[in-house]
């Protein structure tokens, strides 16, 4: 089983980032797919999510508006879109694949730095 992220980066406030994240090694299509964050010194949190089918989304609301959660079944791949970007986005933005309570997978994560 694999989660690999992958669009992270050093990026000007208001600025842009695509985040993605390619699974293997499991049923992707049959999983709930979650993006969470974890900034220096603070827990983990969950910041959006997308159902199976894709047509359902819950988002933190520090980012509602801002992000955009999608997934592509096909390729295996669930995407955030980040727009309009701020300081106190900087974080690793980790991958999270879920289908009950017992199959759970985390991707190692990827840094995103909202800087001047």
């Known amino acids: 089983v694999q989660l690999v992220e992958s669009g992270g980066g050093l990026v000007q406030p208001g600025g842009s980032l695509r985040l993605s994240c390619a699974a293997s090694g499991f049923t992707f299509s049959s999983y709930v797919m979650r993006w969470y964050r974890q900034a220096p010194g603070k827990e983990r949190e969950l910041v959006a999510g997308?159902?199976?089918?894709?047509?359902?989304?819950n988002y933190a609301d520090s980012v509602k508006g801002r992000f955009t959660i999608s997934r592509d079944n096909a390729k295996n791949t669930v995407y955030l879109q980040m727009n309009s970007l701020k300081p106190e986005d900087t974080a690793v933005y980790y991958c999270?694949?879920?289908?009950?309570?017992?199959?759970?997978?985390w991707g190692q994560g990827t840094q995103v730095t909202v800087s001047s």
């Open positions: 997308i159902i199976i089918a894709g047509g359902s989304t």
């Open positions: 999270n694949a879920r289908r009950g309570s017992l199959s759970i997978y």
